[in-house]
């Protein structure tokens, strides 16, 4: 819109993840991120069955391996957690006494993994944590120090990969969508996305609050309670259909929710 133009700025090139060196905005203002969260990156973890120490997941790759080779184009192999990112969010669970799903049965993983006849990582024993919203929420907090924040996003996903918090993987062909079992795949050919935990993101993005800065009033919605909330009855009469009183609005988005983070001044 010509009347708006002046006061709109694109900025090419440039992530929010990682903004300039120097750039800070201390006006007062909102960020909003629509289906941001889910294709954030995540990291894979697990603890060692031997003494606990947390491990990272790297996947290598062998541009030159064929169809069917062992282990394959694209591996996956665990060594002593040293990315900052994952040692920080692994501090934050611990401070926040979050239990880690993997740790559920571990006596009987142990079996299965040291003394099993061949060389196995159950998938259970790994989980997928959420680094890449980690870094979202420190670079808003470093970044836009006086911001509000509204997202919206899936909160539960069918069909995902095996692990805990893993993905859902998928790709089209011939027009039909095709879900996969792994991540382990060509990059650029995949849509891989993740389900985000509302409660875990808003206890992090608390706990990054500035020492002596007061809380300020936050809400986890889900997206018809969140539509029936905000939005003019007449815009929710808009949208239901006539005959069986059905609204995708509120009836479809089931696994959809909005975190609502609002400063007071």
Same mark, same amino acid.
């Given at each position: ?64 391996? #064929? ?48 003394f099993g006849p061949f060389e196995y990582i159950n998938p259970w024993s790994c989980e997928f944590i ?46 039909? #969508? ?61 949208? #239901? ?25």
């Open positions: 819109n010509p009347r708006h133009g002046s006061r709109v700025h694109f900025h090419p090139d440039v992530s929010i993840l990682t903004p300039p060196a120097g750039f800070k905005e201390e006006r007062a203002c909102w960020i909003l991120a629509m289906e941001v969260l889910d294709n954030l990156s995540r990291d894979l973890v697990k603890f060692r069955n031997s003494d606990g120490v947390l491990l990272e997941a790297r996947v290598l790759t062998d541009p030159t391996a #064929t169809y069917g080779s062992v282990p394959g184009k694209y591996w996956r192999e665990f060594q002593v957690a040293r990315d900052p990112l994952i040692l920080e969010y692994a501090h934050l669970a611990d401070e926040l006494n979050w239990k880690w799903p993997s740790l559920q049965g571990r006596p009987i993983r142990r079996a299965l993994e040291n959420p680094t890449g919203s980690l870094q979202l929420l420190k670079s808003l907090m470093a970044h836009f120090p006086r911001h509000s924040l509204l997202c919206s996003d899936f909160d539960a996903l069918p069909d995902t990969v095996a692990g805990h918090n893993g993905p859902v993987v998928q790709t089209r062909f011939r027009g039909v #969508t095709v879900p996969c079992s792994s991540v382990l795949l060509e990059r650029g050919l995949f849509d891989i996305f993740f389900a985000t935990d509302f409660v875990k993101l808003a206890q992090i993005h608390a706990k990054l609050r500035p020492p002596g800065q007061k809380a300020h009033c936050y809400s986890i919605q889900k997206h018809a309670q969140f539509l029936k909330t905000w939005s003019n009855p007449a815009d929710l009469h808009a949208t #239901t259909t006539a005959k069986s009183s059905y609204n995708p609005m509120l009836h479809d988005f089931e696994n959809v929710s909005f975190y609502t983070f609002r400063r007071e001044n």
